[in-house]
């Protein structure tokens, strides 16, 4: 992940809509018993505010910015944005970037060969960022400044969908994916580096964050459910075939045996062709 930090100061020229909700949460917490006297922050809804050496310090979105009414000049910011305020005056920004993986582009591409009627990019980075991304990877669409609960909201609209067909899956790594891998009909996370709370409800994980395996993973599932139904109408048919056979007194004790256990090696030597 790639770090900026770009300080910059001036009166904000940007328009913003005015429709934004403007409720905070004041929940109150403290630090340490031994920073008490210097340090006391409030969360808001889109950052945080912190009462610092008697310096009151806002760190958050540019949404809270405008709601503190803090002028600024910087509101299209490519990146995930952290805009910086003391006592009320702009301090500047910093932008979290994070780098596309190398398969990331070739991941899209094998899901599109594979039948994926669609792909979405639910991201909490601005609109900028997430058409930039989108564009790179080939992603259908994207649903951007998302919190992570408004992450949630829009897994349900896709479920609920009239026109969608087929099962939907999530793939995430962070701790504010987690109720979203829980929800899709498919969860699927990145093992290596995503968060515990990933990794425990997905139904799928990732060990190697390499998102060329999630085709992968798909096209191992499509192979063992093939082989499964093989497997099943294979052994109905030839017990039914020796069943047939023992009523009219044909089958000797040597075709049930093969009935029975011939079958059952049969379709395990079926089976280890998932492994090629």
Not at 22 to 32: A, I, K, L
């Amino acid at each position: 992940m790639k770090h900026k930090i770009h300080y910059d100061s001036g009166c904000c020229s940007c328009s913003h809509d005015d429709s934004v909700d403007h409720h905070e949460n004041h929940n109150h917490s403290h630090g340490d018993n031994h920073n008490h006297d210097h340090s006391e922050g409030f969360n808001l809804k889109n950052g945080i505010r912190a009462n610092i050496e008697n310096k009151i310090v806002i760190a958050g979105s540019d949404r809270l910015l405008h709601k503190q009414k803090i002028a600024h000049d910087n509101c299209q910011v490519d990146g995930t944005v952290i805009h910086l305020a003391v006592d009320n005056v702009y301090a500047g920004y910093i932008v979290i970037a994070d780098e596309l993986k190398e398969d990331a582009r070739q991941a899209i591409q094998a899901l599109k060969r594979m039948g994926v009627e669609k792909t979405v990019m639910l991201t909490g980075d601005n609109q900028a960022i997430a058409s930039y991304v989108s564009q790179q990877l080939g992603i259908d669409s994207y649903v951007a400044e998302l919190l992570p609960e408004e992450k949630v909201s829009a897994i349900e609209k896709l479920l609920s969908d009239p026109k969608k067909h087929g099962k939907i899956a999530f793939v995430g790594d962070g701790i504010n994916d987690a109720p979203v891998i829980a929800r899709a009909d498919v969860g699927i996370a990145m093992g290596g580096l995503g968060s515990d709370a990933a990794i425990e409800t997905a139904d799928i994980v990732i060990m190697t964050d390499a998102p060329s395996k999630v085709a992968q993973a798909i096209q191992i599932a499509r192979k063992t459910h093939q082989i499964v139904w093989q497997n099943i109408g294979f052994a109905l048919a030839i017990k039914a075939v020796f069943i047939g056979l023992g009523i009219f007194g044909v089958a000797t004790m040597w075709e049930a045996v093969f009935a029975d256990v011939g079958v059952a090696i049969l379709a395990i030597f079926n089976a280890t062709r998932i492994m090629k």
